[in-house]
């Protein structure tokens, strides 16, 4: 079984002075980037995803500005795979699929923002096509919501989509655990 580390979208307009600020977007980078250090030292196969806004209307992620840079805590080094995205679906008119199917890769550790949007789209397609997911939720970040005038909080945002995740698609654990794991095998 090979596994491959899936960072998406931990870019600089979801940090604080971005367009697009998440609630714990800093933390979640911090634990992503423990997990990209495993797997940097232990050279397995990782993957950044970046999203670019080509919509009309967009309000971040637009091209040619800083925000829609990878942010520096998990920036890519030479050599790295970096796939651009354009939907919150990794998988979608990408050549993720093939990427992994080409490295033998049958299972992918996630992580990335917006837990609520880019993860969850791209963490059920994934098990769709039949990977074996984990999801780092500590390594994840998302926002306040709202529906049909009730405010959700983030950090009701990240319980709802990582326990709907967890249910059926992922197994979710933290850094810690994931790490110890890596560590111990």
């Not at 990209?36 to 397995?44: D, I, P, Q, S």
């Amino acid at each position: 079984m090979s596994t491959a580390l899936v960072i998406i979208d931990i870019q600089n307009d979801y940090f604080p002075g971005g367009r697009m600020e998440l609630v714990g977007s800093e933390s979640a980078a911090s634990c992503a980037a423990l997990l990209l250090k495993e797997f940097r030292h232990a050279g397995w196969p990782l993957i950044h995803i970046r999203h670019v806004s080509t919509r009309p209307g967009a309000g971040f992620f637009l091209p040619d500005t800083s925000g829609v840079q990878i942010h520096p805590t998990v920036a890519p080094r030479a050599g790295e795979t970096i796939i651009t995205k354009q939907f919150p679906n990794s998988f979608r008119e990408t050549d993720l699929l093939e990427r992994l199917t080409a490295a033998g890769v049958d299972s992918l550790l996630i992580c990335g923002m917006m837990t609520s949007m880019c993860v969850d789209a791209t963490v059920r397609a994934a098990f769709d096509l039949g990977f074996s997911c984990t999801v780092a939720h500590d390594a994840c970040a998302t926002r306040d919501l709202a529906h049909n005038g009730v405010a959700v909080p983030a950090h009701q945002v990240q319980a709802a989509f990582l326990a709907a995740l967890g249910a059926v698609y992922a197994d979710v654990k933290g850094t810690d655990e994931i790490l110890g794991t890596i560590l111990s095998a």
